[in-house]
T-cell receptor, first 115, second 114 residues
Framework: GAVVSQHPSRVICKSGTSVKIECRSL??????MFWYRQFPKQSLMLMAT?????????EQGVEKDKFLINHASLTLSTLTVTSAHPEDSSFYIC???????????FGPGTRLTVL | AQSVTQLDSQVPVFEEAPVELRCNYS??????LFWYVQYPNQGLQLLLK??????LVKGINGFEAEFNKSQTSFHLRKPSVHISDTAEYFC????????????FGKGTRLHILP
C-alpha cells in the first residue's frame, strides 16, 4: 500500500503559540486529504476534508479560524493550530486518498501537547 | 446520517482463543465498511473492508468479518489470537470507497491474556 507521513511526530508548545503539522503522501498524488483528531482512549473525529487547490470543508463544531488547513499540492497538506491552548492537546491524524489506490491511507499521527 | 456502534469498549481474551469484536452501523444509503487496527501511539492500519460482493471478507493477520445487511452488522473475528493482536480496533463506515469521509466507531480494545 501507499505511505503517508506526518511531521512532526510529537510537538510540545507553549499556550498561545501556533503549531504547523504536515501530512505528505510519499508515493502517490493525494487529491483529497482528511484531518482527524483523537483524544486519549477515544475514537477519531473528522475535523475537515481538503481537496487540492480548494478550501477545506470543516465538520460542524470545528473552528476554521483556529485550525487552518492548506492543501497546496497533490502531496502535501498542512494543519496549523493557531493560538494553541491546553485543550487543543490531542493526537492529530491525517489520511490521504488519490486516484491510484482504491482506499484512504492514514499517517502515523502527531501528538500535540500544549503547556 | 451514518453512525457506527461498537458494543464493547474492551474485550479480554486468552491467547490462542477465538475472538469476535462486534460492530453495528446505521445508514440511509449503501455503505462501505471497514475495520482498522491502531497500535499504541501509531496511526491506523486497514485490516479489511467490505465494498460489495461476498459478505465474508478476509483481511490481514488472520482476521475476517461478515457483512450482515439485515442485522446491519459487520463483526470482526479471528479464530486464534496472539499476544501481538493487542491493540485498539475501529469499525468504520463510509458512503464512498476513497474520497468520502469515514465515520469511526468508538473503538474496542482487545486485551490478550497470557
Amino acid at each position: 500500500g501507499a505511505v503517508v507521513s506526518q511531521h512532526p511526530s510529537r510537538v510540545i508548545c507553549k499556550s498561545g503559540t501556533s503549531v504547523k503539522i504536515e501530512c505528505r503522501s510519499l508515493d502517490f498524488q493525494a487529491t483529497t486529504m482528511f484531518w482527524y483528531r483523537q483524544f486519549p482512549k477515544q475514537s477519531l473525529m473528522l475535523m475537515a476534508t481538503s481537496n487540492e487547490g480548494s478550501k477545506a470543508t470543516y465538520e460542524q463544531g470545528v473552528e476554521k479560524d483556529k485550525f487552518l488547513i492548506n492543501h497546496a499540492s497533490l502531496t502535501l497538506s498542512t494543519l496549523t493550530v493557531t493560538s494553541a491552548h491546553p485543550e487543543d492537546s490531542s493526537f492529530y491524524i491525517c489520511s490521504a486518498a488519490g486516484l491510484r489506490y482504491n482506499e484512504q491511507f492514514f499517517g502515523p499521527g502527531t501528538r500535540l501537547t500544549v503547556l | 446520517a451514518q453512525s457506527v456502534t461498537q458494543l464493547d469498549s474492551q474485550v479480554p481474551v486468552f491467547e490462542e482463543a477465538p475472538v469476535e469484536l462486534r460492530c453495528n452501523y446505521s445508514s440511509s444509503v449503501s455503505v462501505y465498511l471497514f475495520w482498522y487496527v491502531q497500535y499504541p501511539n501509531q496511526g491506523l492500519q486497514l485490516l479489511l473492508k467490505y465494498l460489495s460482493g461476498s459478505t465474508l471478507v478476509k483481511g490481514i493477520n488472520g482476521f475476517e468479518a461478515e457483512f450482515n445487511k439485515s442485522q446491519t452488522s459487520f463483526h470482526l473475528r479471528k479464530p486464534s489470537v496472539h499476544i501481538s493482536d493487542t491493540a485498539e480496533y475501529f469499525c468504520a463506515v463510509s458512503e464512498g470507497n476513497r474520497d468520502d469521509k469515514i465515520i469511526f466507531g468508538k473503538g474496542t480494545r482487545l486485551h490478550i491474556l497470557p
